[in-house]
């Protein structure tokens, strides 16, 4: 069965300064994807980014990167330059193996930016 | 810039009562999605339909929840009767997949659901 999970519960970061949220996963399947999503207080889920099983490169989009190391089956969320409003949930979530459409999605890490 | 929308955002109601949460996908997504949030349980997968048709609704109590499609531009949650446990935010998400395991799937702003 696939599991992901999320060890940070909560993390409080300075204003401009990087964060990096953890990720591990577990599957026997060689062909997934990862996601990051962003649910700030108002409750929304945003999705952020996501890395193929096959990508070469690690993902990036804007301020985000992911920091996939598949050996480790990990898929580390990296913000850069954090902001103010980068303070809220964050969940990383994997595709099934066979009905990739669904995702299992992990417990979530809360990130606070400190001013 | 193209979202799902979802309504109502926040619905109190007393147990027993018949609930109905619609959500709007984006348009031209073929696939859209149910979840549910709890602090309990986290994220879970209600039901999701692909051009309509139901695929999997295995995550869902029948016997109190139904899902349907009547249109590609609509889909609704229902719960008869709903009951305190059901109190939960609710989800809807769309994305144009082609099952692959990259798809990315777009959410709504989530219907908050208090039964009393």
């Known amino acids: 069965a696939q599991k992901i999970t999320q060890t940070q519960p909560g993390m409080f970061v300075q204003e401009k300064e990087a964060v990096t949220l953890d990720c591990t996963y577990d599957t026997s399947d060689p062909s997934y994807g990862l996601f990051w999503y962003k649910q700030p207080s108002s409750g929304e889920m945003i999705f952020l980014i996501y890395?193929?099983?096959?990508?070469?490169q690690n993902a990036t989009e804007g301020r985000y990167s992911l920091n996939f190391q598949k050996a480790r089956k990990s898929a580390n969320l990296v913000i850069s330059a954090s902001q103010l409003g980068d303070s809220a949930m964050y969940f990383c979530?994997?595709?099934?193996?066979?009905?990739?459409?669904?995702?299992?999605f992990g417990t979530g890490t809360r990130l606070t930016i400190i001013p | 810039d193209a979202r799902v929308t979802q309504t109502p955002r926040h619905k109190v109601t007393e147990m027993g009562q018949e609930v109905t949460m619609r959500c709007q996908p984006i348009?031209?997504?073929?696939?859209v999605f149910w979840y549910r949030q709890t602090m309990m349980q986290g994220l879970e997968l209600l039901a999701y339909?692909?051009?309509?048709?139901?695929?999997?609704d295995s995550g869902m109590p029948k016997d109190r929840f139904s899902a349907e499609m009547p249109d590609a531009t609509l889909a609704t949650l229902k719960i008869q009767p709903s009951e305190p446990r059901d109190s939960a935010v609710y989800f809807c998400?769309?994305?144009?997949?082609?099952?692959?395991?990259?798809?990315?799937?777009?959410f709504g702003p989530g219907t908050r659901l208090t039964v009393l």
């Open positions: 979530a994997m595709s099934h193996p066979i009905r990739n459409e669904k995702l299992t």
């Open positions: 998400a769309s994305g144009l997949l082609a099952g692959g395991p990259t798809d990315t799937q777009y």
């Open positions: 339909f692909r051009n309509r048709a139901p695929l999997d």
């Open positions: 890395q193929g099983s096959y990508d070469q």
């Open positions: 348009l031209g997504h073929n696939t």
